[in-house]
C-alpha cells in the first residue's frame, strides 16, 4: 500500500472513494407517501384530501333533502349569480337522479323558468319526466314553449321523444311547430322527428309548410324530408308546398322536385305549380 509522507510520519493512503453518478441517479429519494402519515384524509402532497369528506356530506345531504331545500335551490338556480345558480342547478340535477320523489308538481313551473337561465336544468326534468310519467305533460309543455328561444332545449326534447315516445301527445306537436315558426332549429328536430315517428309525419308536414312561410329552416327541413322519406307527404301537402315555392323559396321548390321524382302521381301537380311559381 502506497504510503504518504508528511508530519508524524508515513501514513498508509485511505482507499480512494470515487462518485459514481450512475448509483447516484440509481438511488430513489423517498416518495411522498413514504414520507407522509399513513392517514386516508391526507393526499399526496401532505394537505387533507376532502373529496371522501364532501362525498359523505353529498350523500348525506340527498338523503335529508327536503322539499323546502328543493324550493330555495329552484329559486338559487333562477338568480342572477352565476356561481349560487350553477351550484344549485348541479344540486337539483342530482336530486332529480337520486331522489325523483321528492319533487312535487309546484316545483315544475320553477325548473322551467330554471331551464331559461340555464339549460343544465332541462337535463333535471327530463329525468323527472322519465321517472315520474305524472309530470310529464307539465313538463314537456313547459319545456316546448322554452324551446322557442333556446334551440338546444329542442334537442333535449327529441331526445326524450326518442327514448320515452309514448309520454308525447298530439297536442306536443303542435307546440314545437309553434316554436319552430320563430326557431329554425325547433324545425330541424321536427325533421328528425318526423323520421323517428312516422305517425306524427302528416302533422309535423303539415305543420312545417306553415313555419316554411316565415322561418327559413323549416324549408329546409321540408327539403330534406322530401328526399329521405317522400312516402311521408299527402296529396293535401302539395298546394301549400307550392304556395311556399311561389315566394321564391329555392328549399321548397327542391322538395316539391323530389316529391315529383318519388313521388309520379304529384308529378303533374307539382308541375303545374312550378310552372305557376316561375312566372311569379
Same mark, same amino acid.
Given at each position: 500500500? /502506497?504510503?504518504?509522507?508528511?508530519?508524524?510520519?508515513?501514513?498508509?493512503?485511505?482507499?480512494?472513494?470515487?462518485?459514481?453518478?450512475?448509483?447516484?441517479?440509481? %438511488?430513489?429519494?423517498?416518495?411522498?407517501?413514504?414520507? $407522509?402519515?399513513?392517514?386516508?384524509?391526507?393526499?399526496?402532497?401532505?394537505?387533507?384530501?376532502?373529496?371522501?369528506? %364532501?362525498?359523505?356530506?353529498?350523500?348525506?345531504?340527498?338523503?335529508?333533502?327536503?322539499?323546502?331545500?328543493?324550493?330555495?335551490?329552484?329559486?338559487?338556480?333562477?338568480?342572477?349569480?352565476?356561481?349560487?345558480?350553477?351550484?344549485?342547478?348541479?344540486?337539483?340535477? &342530482?336530486?332529480?337522479?337520486?331522489? /325523483?320523489?321528492?319533487? %312535487?308538481?309546484?316545483?315544475?313551473?320553477?325548473?322551467?323558468?330554471?331551464?331559461?337561465?340555464?339549460?343544465?336544468?332541462?337535463?333535471?326534468?327530463?329525468?323527472?319526466?322519465?321517472?315520474?310519467?305524472?309530470?310529464?305533460?307539465?313538463?314537456?309543455?313547459?319545456?316546448?314553449?322554452?324551446?322557442?328561444?333556446?334551440?338546444?332545449?329542442?334537442?333535449?326534447?327529441?331526445?326524450?321523444? *326518442?327514448?320515452?315516445?309514448?309520454?308525447?301527445? %298530439?297536442?306536443?306537436?303542435?307546440?314545437?311547430?309553434?316554436?319552430?315558426?320563430?326557431?329554425?332549429?325547433?324545425?330541424? +328536430?321536427?325533421?328528425?322527428?318526423?323520421?323517428?315517428?312516422?305517425?306524427?309525419?302528416?302533422?309535423?308536414?303539415?305543420? *312545417?309548410?306553415?313555419?316554411?312561410?316565415?322561418?327559413?329552416?323549416?324549408?329546409?327541413? *321540408? $327539403?330534406?324530408?322530401?328526399?329521405?322519406?317522400?312516402?311521408?307527404?299527402?296529396?293535401?301537402?302539395?298546394?301549400?308546398?307550392?304556395?311556399?315555392?311561389?315566394?321564391? +323559396?329555392?328549399?321548397?321548390?327542391?322538395?316539391?322536385?323530389? *316529391?315529383?321524382?318519388? $313521388?309520379?302521381?304529384?308529378?303533374?301537380?307539382?308541375?303545374?305549380?312550378?310552372? &305557376?311559381?316561375?312566372?311569379?
Amino acid at each position: 500500500m /502506497p504510503e504518504i509522507k508528511g508530519k508524524g510520519g508515513a501514513k498508509p493512503a485511505g482507499k480512494v472513494q470515487i462518485f459514481d453518478i450512475r448509483k447516484a441517479q440509481e %438511488t430513489k429519494a423517498p416518495s411522498s407517501t413514504e414520507l $407522509r402519515p399513513v392517514f386516508p384524509a391526507f393526499n399526496d402532497y401532505g394537505f387533507i384530501d376532502i373529496g371522501p369528506i %364532501t362525498g359523505a356530506i353529498s350523500i348525506l345531504r340527498r338523503f335529508f333533502t327536503s322539499s323546502g331545500r328543493i324550493a330555495k335551490l329552484i329559486e338559487e338556480a333562477c338568480s342572477n349569480d352565476r356561481r349560487a345558480s350553477a351550484k344549485a342547478v348541479d344540486e337539483l340535477g &342530482e336530486l332529480a337522479k337520486a331522489r /325523483p320523489e321528492l319533487f %312535487t308538481a309546484e316545483h315544475i313551473p320553477g325548473l322551467i323558468e330554471a331551464a331559461k337561465v340555464s339549460r343544465y336544468t332541462t337535463w333535471a326534468l327530463i329525468d323527472l319526466a322519465k321517472t315520474r310519467p305524472e309530470f310529464a305533460p307539465q313538463i314537456i309543455s313547459g319545456l316546448i314553449k322554452a324551446a322557442k328561444a333556446d334551440g338546444f332545449i329542442a334537442l333535449d326534447l327529441k331526445a326524450l321523444a *326518442l327514448a320515452r315516445p309514448e309520454l308525447f301527445k %298530439t297536442e306536443h306537436i303542435s307546440g314545437l311547430i309553434e316554436a319552430a315558426k320563430v326557431n329554425g332549429a325547433v324545425a330541424l +328536430d321536427l325533421r328528425d322527428w318526423a323520421l323517428a315517428r312516422p305517425e306524427f309525419a302528416p302533422q309535423i308536414i303539415s305543420g *312545417l309548410i306553415e313555419a316554411a312561410k316565415v322561418e327559413g329552416g323549416a324549408a329546409w327541413a *321540408l $327539403r330534406d324530408l322530401a328526399k329521405a322519406r317522400p312516402e311521408l307527404f299527402k296529396a293535401e301537402h302539395i298546394p301549400n308546398l307550392i304556395e311556399v315555392a311561389k315566394v321564391g +323559396d329555392e328549399c321548397a321548390a327542391g322538395a316539391l322536385k323530389n *316529391l315529383a321524382k318519388a $313521388r309520379p302521381e304529384f308529378a303533374p301537380q307539382i308541375i303545374s305549380g312550378l310552372i &305557376e311559381a316561375a312566372k311569379v
